[in-house]
C-alpha cells in the first residue's frame, strides 16, 4: 500500500495549477516554502486538540500534500530543477514530517508515543534516500510513504473532530501514532531489506 505509487496521475491533475503558479511568478523554492508553512499551520491546529483545530489542520496538511507535489512540477516546467531545490526540498518535507507528529503528540500529550512515532517516520524517509545514495535510485515503495502519511493525518483529522472519545486506551490520534511507530519502522525495514538483496550482498 503507497499512494506514492499514483504520484505521476497525481503530477497530471496538478497541470492547471502548475500553469497558474508559473504566470504568477512562484518559484519552486517558494512553492517549499509555502508548503512547510501549512505544515506549521497544520501542527499548530493539532496541538489545540480542538475540532476546530483538528478540522484545519487537515486542511492544511492536504494544502502541505498538494505543495509538495506543485514545487517539483513547477521546476520542470520552469526548467530550474536543481539539486539545490532538491536538497531544499527534502530538508523542508523532513521539518514538516517532524512538526505534524509533533503537534499530534502535544495535542493529546503523548511525547513518549510522538517519539516514537516519529523515529519511525523519519527511518522511512532515511532510507529512502540512502537507498539512491548508494546508486539504486529513489525508493517511495513500503508499507507506509509519504503521501500515505498525509493522506492518514488528513483522515485522522477530521475523524478527531467528530470522535471525542476515547477508542479504548487511546485517541484516534493517539492510534495513528501507534501506526506511525509501528508500519514506519516496519517500512524502513522492508525498504532495507529490498535494497539490501538488490545490491547483492
Do not use: K
Request: one cysteine or more.
Amino acid at each position: 500500500m503507497t499512494l506514492d505509487r499514483l504520484r505521476p496521475v497525481a503530477e497530471l491533475l496538478l497541470d492547471p495549477m502548475v500553469a497558474a503558479a508559473d504566470r504568477i511568478g512562484l518559484t519552486p523554492d517558494g512553492v517549499s516554502v509555502v508548503a512547510f508553512g501549512f505544515a506549521l499551520a497544520a501542527a499548530g491546529g493539532f496541538y489545540l486538540a480542538t475540532p476546530l483545530g483538528y478540522l484545519l489542520g487537515a486542511l492544511c496538511v492536504l494544502a502541505n500534500g498538494w505543495l509538495d507535489l506543485l514545487d517539483g512540477a513547477l521546476a520542470r516546467t520552469q526548467n530550474v530543477d536543481s539539486r539545490a531545490g532538491d536538497l531544499l526540498d527534502h530538508v523542508l518535507d523532513r521539518y514538516a514530517d517532524i512538526v505534524l507528529v509533533v503537534g499530534l503528540a502535544a495535542g493529546i500529550d503523548r511525547y513518549g508515543l510522538g517519539l516514537l512515532a516519529v523515529t519511525g517516520v523519519l527511518m522511512t524517509s532515511y532510507l529512502g534516500t540512502q537507498i539512491q545514495a548508494v546508486g539504486l535510485g529513489r525508493e517511495y515503495g513500503g508499507l507506509v510513504g509519504r503521501a500515505d502519511r498525509l493522506a492518514l493525518v488528513g483522515v485522522t483529522g477530521v475523524v478527531a473532530a467528530v470522535v471525542t472519545d476515547p477508542l479504548g486506551p487511546l485517541s484516534v490520534v493517539g492510534w495513528l501514532l501507534v501506526l506511525f511507530a509501528v508500519v514506519g519502522h516496519l517500512t524502513a525495514l522492508q525498504r532495507f531489506w529490498g535494497a539490501w538483496r538488490d545490491l547483492g550482498t
